[in-house]
């Protein structure tokens, strides 16, 4: 029994370094001659998947990626007619990569170990 819970561990341990969480991030705009600063939120980083050994061209592996649930907020700016609207996420998940909206292939780039 006492191998099964270091197996356990190990596997939980192992994910470790994936996380997809939000993340507050700043972005400056100019907007009637006058900069800007919008504080925003966005969902950032890995989350963790399998490739098989053998890929097999009719059956792709499902790939999850970080994603998040998103609001829209309202800056006006004074002395500015109209106002800006900019996407907020509120939460963060890993979910299926939808090859509708979104890049599924193999990120072959460097990652960064834990």
């Not at 192992?14 to 504080?39: A, P, W």
């Not at 500015?80 to 909206?101: F, H, L, R």
Request: proline share 5%; with cysteine; aromatic share 8%.
């Amino acid at each position: 029994q006492m191998q099964l819970v270091v197996f356990v561990v190990v596997l939980a341990l192992g994910k470790g370094c994936f996380s997809c969480n939000l993340k507050n991030v700043s972005i400056s705009m100019e907007r009637c001659g006058q900069k800007v600063c919008i504080h925003t939120t966005i969902c950032e980083g890995l989350c963790y998947s399998q490739d098989p050994v053998f890929e097999s061209p009719e059956e792709a592996p499902e790939h999850k990626i970080c994603k998040g649930d998103w609001s829209y907020e309202v800056k006006n700016i004074e002395g500015c007619p109209g106002s800006i609207t900019y996407p907020v996420a509120t939460k963060c998940n890993c979910s299926t990569c939808n090859t509708e909206d979104t890049y599924c292939g193999r990120f072959y780039g460097h990652i960064p170990s834990c």
